[in-house]
T-cell receptor, first 114, second 112 residues
Framework: AQSVSQHNHHVILSEAASLELGCNYS??????LFWYVQYPGQHLQLLLK??????LVKGIKGFEAEFIKSKFSFNLRKPSVQWSDTAEYFC????????????FGQGTTLQVKP | ETGVTQTPRHLVMGMTNKKSLKCEQH?????MYWYKQSAKKPLELMFV???????ENNSVPSRFSPECPNSSHLFLHLHTLQPEDSALYLC???????????FGQGTRLTVV
């Protein structure tokens, strides 16, 4: 069965620090990969996605992620975080066929101190 | 605003009540989903509808009953719930399988 693992459950950073959130998935076939963000009191929003092509994908708000197929990883990065990046971040995977259901990781809570 | 609207935003219900959650999307998407988000747990997929047909039911107790009358609307009927069912229930829609999903703001359900 597909599964997604996010290594960091709670991350605390100061503004301007660099961010990297780990995500590993288990699935042997072709997958599509996503990072979602949930700001306090708001709905889940798509940050970025990978379907195929360049394994380094850029998303909104300066976020990027790199797909490393050999490591089954899709880590999220941002060179310099801001206080407004405080939120919960979810990695998700889906296969391209069938129902396309999203399998989510446990989420990582990011707290950025001003 | 994601284009996926859920009502109500908050719901408190007793264990003997019957209530329904509503989800609406006018994005022209073919697939709709119900997810449950509990504290400290990953989002759990409950039901998947594709072209108004239920294609997946993830071992959800029968006290949760979904309904998809057309491609724009999805309901989750609730009856005789338990306190542990208290959670945020999220609806999502997708243009096609595997292309990611757009989420509503959720219904915060409290069972007392």
């Amino acid at each position: 069965a597909q599964s997604v693992s996010q290594h960091n459950h709670h991350v605390i950073l100061s503004e301007a620090a660099s961010l990297e959130l780990g995500c590993n998935y288990s699935y042997g076939g072709t997958v599509n990969l996503f990072w979602y963000v949930q700001y306090p009191g708001q709905h889940l929003q798509l940050l970025l996605k990978y379907f195929s092509g360049d394994p380094l994908v850029k998303g909104i708000k300066g976020f990027e992620a790199e797909f490393i197929k050999s490591k089954f990883s899709f880590n999220l990065r941002k060179p310099s975080v801001q206080w407004s990046d405080t939120a919960e971040y979810f990695c998700a995977v889906t296969s391209s066929g069938n129902t396309g259901k999203l399998i989510f990781g446990q989420g990582t809570t990011l707290q950025v101190k001003p | 605003e994601t284009g996926v609207t859920q009502t109500p935003r908050h719901l408190v219900m007793g264990m003997t009540n019957k209530k329904s959650l509503k989800c609406e999307q006018h994005l022209g998407h073919n697939a709709m989903y119900w997810y449950k988000q509990s504290a400290k747990k990953p989002l759990e997929l409950m039901f998947v509808y594709s072209l108004e047909e239920r294609v997946e039911n993830n071992s959800v107790p029968s006290r949760f009953s979904p309904e998809c009358p057309n491609s724009s609307h999805l309901f989750l009927h609730l009856h005789t719930l338990q306190p542990e069912d208290s959670a945020l229930y999220l609806c999502a829609s997708s243009p096609s399988p595997g292309r990611g999903a757009f989420f509503g703001q959720g219904t915060r359900l409290t069972v007392v």
